[in-house]
Nanobody, 124 residues
Framework: QVQLVESGGGLVQAGGSLRLSCAAS????????MGWFRQAPGKEREFVAA????????GYADSVKDRFTVSRDNAKNTVYLQMNSLKPEDTAVYYC?????????????????WGQGTQVTVSS
């Protein structure tokens, strides 16, 4: 199993930027495709972005495309989510997740390991 810990969340004004990090420990990080998901109060968990084991993109949700960028550093066992031009509707708890069973996925049920989440709040 791989353990995941997110960081980098916080309060930011609309139009601002944040970079989330997700540090992995345990098993070999490069064996896992990674995903970012978010969940706002009263809403279902939704896909944000995914990245393949090698670092190739696994896609973005339409709502964040061209604003968010996912990347990973396998030497540092870390995946990142750079979030620019933030909007109030981006407010949510953001989770990173890992899967060894798919090259990448938008389906949260494909992910076997999850972090505890980090809160992102965007004020208008």
């Amino acid at each position: 199993q791989v353990q995941l810990v997110e960081s980098g969340g916080g309060l930011v004004q609309a139009g601002g930027s944040l970079r989330l990090s997700c540090a992995a420990s345990g098993r070999t990080f490069s064996n896992y495709a990674m995903g970012w998901f978010r969940q706002a109060p009263g809403k279902e968990r939704e896909f944000v972005a995914a990245i393949r084991r090698s670092g190739g993109s696994g896609g973005y949700a339409d709502s964040v495309k061209d604003r968010f960028t996912v990347s990973r550093d396998n030497a540092k066992n870390t995946v990142y989510l750079q979030m620019n031009s933030l909007k109030p509707e981006d407010t949510a708890v953001y989770y990173c997740a890992a899967t060894a069973y798919a090259p990448y996925s938008r389906d949260y049920t494909q992910y076997t390991n999850w972090g505890q989440g980090t809160q992102v709040t965007v004020s208008s």
